[in-house]
């Protein structure tokens, strides 16, 4: 094989794998079976979810009411692999979370080679009721993670001085019951890495490790943590952080006229850097991300935070559709606001019992709709940023959305008039009714001239088409000619500096199905909705009035909501009767974010299914003396990082790797790698390029002009940036568990081909160029990009052959 041919086994050395045999499907496919599918899609079920079954060969082979669900051969054809990947959002199985990219590549894998499966006979899954049926809120009320979180006195282990938190004795608690010990200290050039990738986002220059390295003082340590949490970029990288958890994203899956981009997002983003900045109170920082608008001492500036929910994802309702499939699509939006509280805020996997009482955990389907309507009860809107009378701005929220659909509605049936019968009466309705709010807006235009501007794109409508076409134009030189193509013309956008903000409000939807033909959907100002139980989530088989309300199991007393639609008091309930919960999850995150692996490792699960605590002592008095020292993120981080575990090596060790390989009691710290933010960041910051500019409108990060920070670029959810994409950047559709790392091909063509790389060498290059000589522009490069000088061995290579 030459030399071509071997690069490309290199790179492609996927294809040339084993076809798979069975054991293949009993390590990578039959266990998350199991673990994920067979509570709703099991034989012995009474009712398998959608006549679907896979704990049998057979059962998968003949799939559910759909049809087949694995086609073996081929993956393309498959529906199971579609709904895995969450290519259709209709379809997206699991419901509580997105598998990572490599447990849907295994299932690819298995069907692309026939789909091996050595079960035979009847399901062995077990038949008993009680997994099934879910925990009884009684139980539920006794599981380890819903308990209060109580201060542990710390463990003494004798003859040990290595502590220096409280952190340190329950993790050497847990070493000494293995008969391990810790790592050695990391060396105080590793240290300062690590810290500043921690902190800040990227690597430390030369000069900034030699200036730790040489301050001799006892305290340097301790100082550096300070002034690297002093640093206004201590909240960009933390933000971003925060911006997995929020499912940040600034358009929807995708781009029709309901679902249109959110041009305001980066006002969001920027409210969360400059809160972590501040270290705003973690509890607060999440109640204004639900309910700034109805606390009555936030500020204008502070609704920026309604971004969470206001720029959240949305899906096209082409109204033409009956009243059940746009209330369907209804649903879905409120269905990505419940996930995204429930996993990202508690660890519960709410969304689970939308269709059914939750078949794990003490979740019953009356709490699914308890939450549901209070987002059905809260409306996106483009708030301004400056103060507007509270009547008027209720009122220009409402015609701003009112506006909205009734011109994509006389543009649709402008333009598709065929697809609805007698559609002119209709448009020549729509278009009355927007001239009757084009006149009530005008009268706000001495006061707030904003305000009509940023209305005016949904009442100018284009000139009346030409009775004829033009001519067409005369043949060009190439041979080309005939008839123009029609370009369809779009109204502008409002501009991302316009001064407005992606919010929320309370508002009622509704939908009227009263035109058979056109389906309108309906907003309430002012209004709440407590909805119904849809059985099996079909929103045509309703149940019963379900009163908005907190979680059950969570609640001590009356958690029915009374205010509005319960934004605030859902708010208040997740830091109430929810706060033991609320603060073991964002401090079982935090960790994580330090270590690389949280204490539970299912971040966003800390039900039945999810795992449980490594270490449950350090985790509750952790979460704790979080809520004591006033829920302040800072403080945390400081108490983590001054802790001797977190200063440790992360070097491999014999001994202890063959007593804990996977280093779950911590008798090392966890070698990481560096996420696409802070390896682009690095990689600016060696070449001299990065911007300190904080803030602002998003930049694309395509763009070779763009040098600012990757918190600043554009995160879009329906075309994800390439780069984003290759380095594991976390779907924006969904709250993010985490984030798995991963070493492909891709990444190391990128580090090859990119123009990105091609023009930081050629900088970094040119930046040594007045250096006297070969080794002293070495020696600049090393300082530039590895922070170091280079060693004796550097300067020296074996010979070539």
């Known amino acids: 094989m030459g030399r071509c041919g071997l690069w490309m086994l290199l790179l492609c050395g996927s294809s040339f794998a084993q076809t798979p045999d069975t054991a293949f499907f009993e390590t990578k496919i039959r266990p998350v079976l199991v673990a994920k599918c067979y509570g709703c899609h099991a034989s012995t079920l009474p009712s398998p979810q959608s006549g679907l079954s896979l704990d049998t060969k057979a059962g998968m082979l003949k799939g559910g009411d759909g049809g087949p669900v694995i086609v073996p051969g081929k993956p393309a054809d498959s529906r199971l692999l579609s709904a895995i990947r969450y290519n259709d959002p209709d379809l997206q199985m699991p419901p509580n979370g997105k598998l990572s990219d490599s447990i849907v590549a295994d299932f690819e894998t298995?069907?692309?080679?026939?789909?091996?499966?050595?079960?035979?006979?009847?399901?062995?899954?077990?038949?008993?009721?009680?997994?099934?049926?879910?925990?009884?809120?009684?139980?539920?009320?006794?599981?380890?993670a819903f308990q209060p979180v109580n201060e542990f006195p710390a463990p003494v282990v004798k003859g040990s001085s290595w502590p220096k938190t409280k952190i340190d004795s329950f993790i050497l608690a847990k070493l000494a019951e293995k008969n391990?010990?810790?790592?050695?200290?990391?060396?105080?050039?590793?240290?300062?890495?690590?810290?500043?990738?921690?902190?800040?986002?990227?690597?430390?220059?030369?000069?900034?490790?030699?200036?730790?390295?040489?301050?001799?003082?006892?305290?340097?340590?301790?100082?550096?943590?300070?002034?690297?949490?002093?640093?206004?970029?201590?909240g960009e990288q933390w933000g971003r952080h925060w911006m997995d958890v929020a499912r940040y994203g600034e358009d929807n899956s995708t781009g029709e006229a309901t679902n249109t981009p959110y041009p305001y997002a980066w006002r969001y983003r920027d409210w969360i850097v400059e809160s972590l900045n501040r270290d705003l109170p973690f509890d607060r920082f999440v109640k204004l991300q639900l309910a700034a608008d109805l606390m009555p001492d936030a500020t204008r500036e502070d609704q920026r935070a309604l971004g969470y929910l206001g720029a959240a994802q949305v899906y096209h309702k082409d109204q033409r559709l009956s009243i059940d499939v746009i209330y369907g699509f209804l649903t879905d939006d409120w269905d990505e606001r419940i996930d995204a509280v429930s996993r990202g805020l508690l660890g519960m996997?709410?969304?689970?019992?939308?269709?059914?009482?939750?078949?794990?955990?003490?979740?019953?389907?009356?709490?699914?709709?308890?939450?549901?309507?209070?987002f059905a009860s809260s409306m996106r809107a483009e708030r301004p940023t400056f103060d507007v009378d509270p009547a008027v701005e209720q009122r220009f929220l409402w015609v701003q959305r009112r506006l909205q659909d009734l011109r994509y509605s006389a543009d649709l049936l402008t333009d598709e008039a065929s697809t609805v019968v007698d559609s002119a009466p209709r448009v020549e309705k729509w278009k009355a009714e927007i001239e009757t709010l084009h006149a009530e807006a005008e009268g706000w235009r001495d006061k707030y001239p904003q305000l009509v501007t940023h209305l005016e794109r949904f009442w100018t409508f284009p000139p009346p088409k030409p009775a004829s076409p033009p001519p067409p134009p005369p043949p060009t030189a190439a041979g080309g000619g005939g008839a123009p193509v029609p370009v369809k013309a779009r109204r502008p956008g409002p501009a991302p500096t316009d001064p407005f903000m992606n919010t929320v409000y309370d508002c009622a939807q509704f939908v009227d199905g009263s035109d058979k033909q056109y389906t309108m959907i309906v907003y309430k100002p002012g209004e709440a909705r407590d909805l119904p139980v849809m059985l099996h989530g079909n929103v045509t088989s309703l149940g019963e009035i379900t009163p908005r309300h907190f979680p059950t199991v969570?609640?001590?007393?009356?958690?029915?909501?009374?205010?509005?639609?319960?934004?605030?008091?859902?708010?208040?309930?997740?830091?109430?009767?929810?706060?033991?919960?609320?603060?073991?999850?964002?401090?079982?995150?935090?960790?994580?974010?330090?270590?690389?692996?949280?204490?539970?490792?299912?971040?966003?699960d800390f039900g039945v299914q999810g795992e449980k605590p490594t270490h449950p002592e350090l985790l509750d008095d952790l979460a704790a003396r979080f809520i004591a020292h006033g829920w302040s993120l800072k403080w945390l981080n400081r108490e983590i990082m001054l802790s001797a575990v977190y200063r440790q090596s992360s070097q491999p060790r014999a001994d202890a790797e063959a007593i804990n390989p996977g280093n779950s009691l911590l008798w090392r710290m966890n070698p990481r790698r560096l996420d696409i933010e802070a390896f682009r960041d690095t990689l600016l910051r060696s070449a001299g390029q990065l911007s300190d500019e904080m803030g602002g409108p998003s930049m694309d990060l395509e763009s070779a002009t763009n040098t600012r920070r990757t918190v600043y670029g554009k995160i879009s959810r329906s075309r994800m940036n390439n780069l984003l994409r290759q380095y594991d950047f976390p779907d924006p559709m969904q709250t993010s568990s985490g984030r798995d790392l991963t070493t492909t091909s891709l990444q190391q063509l990128f580090l090859m081909n990119s123009p990105f790389i091609h023009n930081l060498a050629g900088t970094l290059a040119k930046s040594v160029d007045d250096a006297p000589d070969t080794p002293a522009k070495v020696r600049a490069l090393y300082r530039k990009i590895l922070s170091r000088d280079p060693s004796a061995k550097s300067w020296t290579s074996p010979q070539r052959t």
């Open 110 to 144: 298995w069907i692309a080679s026939g789909a091996p499966d050595p079960r035979t006979g009847p399901s062995t899954v077990s038949k008993g009721p009680a997994p099934l049926k879910g925990m009884s809120i009684a139980d539920g009320r006794k599981w380890w």
């Open 554 to 604: 969570l609640s001590k007393g009356d958690s029915t909501f009374h205010q509005g639609s319960g934004r605030r008091e859902l708010a208040d309930g997740i830091f109430g009767d929810g706060a033991p919960l609320a603060a073991r999850v964002i401090v079982n995150r935090v960790w994580g974010w330090h270590f690389g692996k949280p204490l539970v490792a299912t971040t966003s």
């Open 180 to 234: 391990l010990t810790p790592s050695a200290p990391a060396d105080r050039v590793v240290l300062v890495t690590r810290a500043y990738v921690d902190l800040l986002g990227y690597k430390p220059t030369y000069d900034e490790v030699q200036a730790f390295v040489n301050d001799q003082s006892p305290k340097a340590y301790e100082d550096l943590i300070e002034q690297l949490l002093a640093s206004p970029h201590y």
């Open 349 to 374: 996997t709410v969304a689970c019992a939308r269709c059914h009482d939750h078949k794990f955990d003490p979740i019953p389907t009356k709490d699914y709709y308890g939450l549901a309507g209070v």
